[in-house]
């Protein structure tokens, strides 16, 4: 439950007041005449409604340059309000399609806090793998960054958002090349050990490592959607994104190709399945633009994202397949 704040002229307070009517919204008040001819009409809407609510406002508004809508927060709510359950068990998304683009869109920015984010769990994880320390190579998980930029370019598919396709993009490839430099020239100055647990995990690939890839990318749109805590949901997707890119710099630096080979295909797999079970749960959670021309949009977006991330997933498995016989045991 959110309180839906519309800042608009006078004149849209009829409006507002009909949208309240439409969809058995009974919570609502309003405020005084502000000098600027505008007055605050507050709405306390339940979680099941909050998305059509937000998206009827912005249509009604139009193009109004002084208008704002602000959602806010509500701790509690006494006496509890009564709620339909068989339309929030309907409800595909807990959270508004606008509140996951403040949150996500942060992830997806290029800064030097990112950048200097991943160049120390970079660190980490090199010296975890090359000690084999389970317990730093999780630390290093912890530490860095990779979540935000990943699922940034499945939800920027899910909108036709191109812009933030493209800086999600650039900030991942930004933050993979920084980590495959780093641990490139830490495999070449430091000597390997390969009877290193750690190292030999990130050089293999099977169908457990698909499925946990596919996983991460699910798990971390659901905890999005949901409202949930997102800080273990980024240490399964760190699994599967740092270690390997560690792993392929560490392998190159210490010209052992095969070994890097091996680790260049497990992130690749990890990176194709990722984006595309997160592209698949924003679809099945009902994530998608608020007009018909951005959902037109979306739709492009969508059908070329999908085609190219399984096109590219059916590659992989032939690599794997292929390259099976040839894997010592």
Known sequence: ????????????????????????????????????????????????????????????????????????????????????????????????????????????????????????????????????????VVGAMVIAPLLGPNISLAFGTALGDTELMWESLKTNLAGMSLAFALSTLLGYLSPIDLHSHEIMMRTHVNLETVALALASGAAAVLSLTTGLPSVLVGVMVAVALLPPTATLGLMIGAQNYYLAAGAGLLLAVNIVCINLSAKIAFLVRGVKPRTWIEKRKARQSMALYMAIWLISLVFLMAVIYLRAPFVPD
């Not at 609510?53 to 701790?75: C, F, H, K």
């Not at 399609?97 to 992830?107: F, P, V």
């Open 1 to 136: 439950m959110k309180i839906v704040e519309v800042l608009a002229d006078a004149g849209h307070t009829d409006t507002i007041s009909g949208i309240a009517s439409q969809y058995e919204i009974n919570d609502i008040w309003y405020g005084q005449e502000n000098p600027d001819g505008r007055v605050s009409v507050r709405l306390l809407v339940t979680d099941d409604k909050l998305q059509t609510v937000l998206d009827a406002a912005q249509s009604a508004l139009g193009g109004a340059e002084n208008a704002r809508i602000l959602l806010l927060p509500v701790e509690a709510s006494l006496p509890k309000p009564k709620v339909d359950e068989e339309e929030v068990k309907r409800a595909a998304i807990t959270v508004t399609r606008e509140e996951l683009y403040d949150r996500i869109a942060k992830g997806a920015q290029l800064d030097s806090n990112y950048m200097l984010l991943v160049f120390l769990s970079t660190i980490v994880v090199a010296i975890g793998l090359v000690e084999d320390n389970v317990a730093v």
